[in-house]
């Protein structure tokens, strides 16, 4: 069984940092995609960034792209999202995603195994 559990969402005033992580259970990963996506209230979920296991390229969302930075460990089955320069557009759940291709990372419909969320609120 194939867990993966968020954590590190809070809430931030616009300016400020945060750093997601998820840590994934009952499998290694090496292969593949693993993500991050978002929903806002009212809006459908998102492509925010996502990392190739087995050489850490990387893909972001326009949105923001300069700002969040995306990593893994992969001793310990963690990914990170290290988030900067936040504003409030950026207030939503934050879903961490694995189980993707590579070239098809940007579709949430190719990961196979999702994560609870976590709330990220941005004051302005």
């Known amino acids: 069984q194939v867990q993966l559990v968020e954590s590190g969402g809070g809430l931030v005033q616009a300016g400020g940092s945060l750093t997601l992580s998820c840590l994934a259970s009952g499998r290694t990963f090496s292969t593949g995609a693993m993500g991050w996506f978002r929903q806002a209230p009212g809006k459908e979920r998102e492509f925010v960034a996502a990392?190739?296991?087995?050489?850490?390229?990387?893909d972001y969302a326009d949105s923001v792209k300069g700002r969040f930075t995306i990593s893994r460990d992969y001793a310990k089955n963690l990914v990170s999202l290290k988030m900067d320069s936040l504003n409030p557009e950026d207030t939503a759940v934050y879903y961490c995603a694995a189980g993707s291709t590579w070239f098809r990372q940007r579709n949430e419909g190719d990961y196979r195994y999702w994560g609870q969320g976590t709330q990220v609120t941005v004051s302005s």
């Open positions: 990392i190739r296991w087995s050489d850490r390229s990387t």
